[in-house]
């Protein structure tokens, strides 16, 4: 199972989405998230300000498993 952790605050969207080098935004990470993986969200804002691209889509494809995760510490 993949996990991607995201961070608006300290992420970068070309970081490979680690805990230790986490992405910048929801966006990137839905679209690098295969079947069954976990999208961890740190605290903080996630909106068009920080980067967010909407409207947000979740279940494209084989991503219908995708499952967020919004307890990840930082």
Same mark, same amino acid.
């Given at each position: 199972? +993949?996990? @991607? ?19 910048? +935004? ?14 961890? @969200? ?23 498993? +995708?499952? @967020? ?6």
């Amino acid at each position: 199972m +993949t996990h @991607l952790y995201v961070n608006s605050q300290s992420g970068l969207d070309d970081a490979v989405g680690t805990q230790d080098h986490p992405m910048k +935004t929801l966006y990137r990470a839905l679209e690098q998230a295969q079947a069954g993986a976990i999208v961890h @969200l740190a605290p903080g804002t996630y909106s068009a300000a920080t980067g967010e691209v909407f409207p947000l889509r979740i279940g494209r494809g084989d991503r219908k498993s +995708t499952r @967020l995760n919004s307890s990840h510490r930082t």
